[in-house]
């Protein structure tokens, strides 16, 4: 993320952590030329375009724990680390509630161009009531309104990427004087219950994948259905098992119900490692990380996605939903959103926080390579999950030691690609020859003489 705090708050104080240095290009530089030295396959930037101000009716933790305050526009670090690279994809979130895709596509096409076809998209739709103030809103619109306008958004985005330009409008004949095929250059109508356009699409000519590959995380039934139309890749998570191979099941049922194949949706969760040359070793930078960490940072993260200030609440009293429904009529549909569930019997602020003692609710891994590559095989074996986000600790001490240690030992095994595939991102993650997407995706109909079916 573009910001020093991100997930595991607290450990920007940690003396080897760089992520101060947010501001300066050469932070950006150095971190994608490491990553590609470890052959992953893109960086995922994250965002936010509001503020964690719900815990204590303010920002005075957010603040002194810079939990994702402040934070930059993710995607002017782009250019800087494509420049520096050749293979690393990115993944650019971007809030499209407040967005008009008139203008994002280009500003996605334009980013797709300067990086030779290696950029995807995370759909948001927001989750902050501060966001929606920002904008001059009063709050946040309903969750599965929000998604009825990403729908819309979509379409008129696919069709001013797909259906703006034919493939071989350009013409660049310097000898007749012809850049382009007017002919070929398409008026762009789209008149749905959330946008309009009615434009010559003249902002880029296509770029190399044209829609960027497109990602997107969440997991309720309405975000599951987007996803099954829209999203090429999905992150999901959880610490239980059988739970988070259901919802991999279930994003990959959502796909087929769009009539696309189960393996057009690449699937995610996080996963966090701390890992060392022996198991002594690792628990002692476990043990030293976790001496930095912020569980109050971690506990203000996660209010603000709910909407309720926790700290009405006793440090040992009990949270429960008929104190929550007095103080915050109607919150409690958020509050299960944010946790994916309402909160157990039992649960007090201190045993929250007590959760978040690493500065997040996120678990690590920690061991030696072969212990975290034994539990990165059995998560994939029991789950089918494609792959895994890796989370910041201290940076970038923790990419040098996963690249260092836990690749090779994942190598070994069959389990991680010794080279890049050349080509763009879409097809790095899907095979060669699927720059763009394919024929049976919803947005590929927007393609002129498209016929749906089979990845063309």
């Known amino acids: 993320m573009n910001c020093v705090g991100h997930i595991h708050h607290g450990l920007w104080k940690h003396p080897r952590d760089n992520s101060v240095d947010y501001r300066k290009p050469g932070y950006w530089i150095a971190l994608a030329q490491l990553l590609e030295k470890g052959l992953f396959d893109a960086v995922f930037l994250a965002d936010i375009v509001g503020v964690y101000d719900v815990l204590g009716d303010g920002i005075d933790v957010t603040a002194r724990e810079a939990v994702q305050l402040p934070v930059n526009d993710p995607a002017y670090v782009v250019p800087l680390m494509a420049q520096a690279t050749q293979h690393l994809g990115f993944g650019v979130t971007a809030n499209l509630t407040y967005e008009h895709p008139y203008l994002f596509a280009r500003r996605f096409a334009t980013l797709d161009h300067l990086s030779g076809g290696r950029v995807g998209w995370n759909i948001v739709t927001g989750y902050l009531d501060s966001a929606a103030r920002g904008v001059g809103l009063k709050q946040q619109i309903d969750h599965d309104d929000r998604y009825d306008r990403g729908d819309d958004f979509m379409d008129a985005f696919y069709k001013l990427l797909e259906g703006g330009w034919e493939d071989d409008a350009v013409v660049n004949d310097r000898v007749r004087g012809i850049y382009a095929d007017p002919a070929k250059i398409h008026r762009i109508r789209h008149d749905g219950p959330f946008y309009k356009v009615d434009n010559v699409y003249n902002l880029t000519e296509p770029s190399p994948q044209r829609t960027p590959v497109l990602f997107q995380a969440g997991a309720s039934k309405r975000g599951n259905a987007f996803a099954g139309r829209h999203a090429e890749c999905v992150f999901t998570g959880g610490q239980d098992r059988p739970a988070l191979a259901k919802m991999v099941a279930a994003i990959r049922g959502e796909a087929v119900e769009a009539g696309r194949e189960r393996d057009d949706v690449k699937v995610f969760s996080y996963l966090t490692v701390v890992v060392d040359s022996n198991e002594r070793a690792a628990r002692d930078k476990y043990d030293e990380y976790l001496a930095y960490a912020s569980p109050e940072g971690a506990l203000a993260h996660f209010v603000s996605g709910a909407g309720v200030d926790l700290d009405r609440f006793g440090l040992d009293e009990e949270i429960t939903d008929e104190k929550l429904e007095a103080l915050y009529p109607g919150r409690l549909r958020r509050v299960g959103e944010a946790r994916g569930g309402g909160f157990a019997p039992g649960t007090t602020r201190r ?104 990845h063309r």
């Open 351 to 454: 045993k929250l926080l007590d959760a978040r003692r690493f500065g997040s609710q996120q678990a690590p891994i920690v061991g030696t390579p072969s212990q975290v590559a034994d539990e990165i095989a059995r998560i994939v074996a029991e789950t089918d999950l494609d792959g895994f986000n890796l989370t910041r600790t201290v940076a970038p001490e923790c990419y040098r030691d996963f690249i260092e240690l836990v690749i090779p030992e994942l190598q070994g095994r069959g389990l991680y690609k010794t080279a890049y595939e050349e080509g763009t991102l879409r097809e790095k993650l899907f095979g060669a020859g699927r720059a763009r997407l394919p024929g049976n995706h919803h947005g590929a109909q927007f393609r002129h003489g498209h016929q749906r079916s089979g």
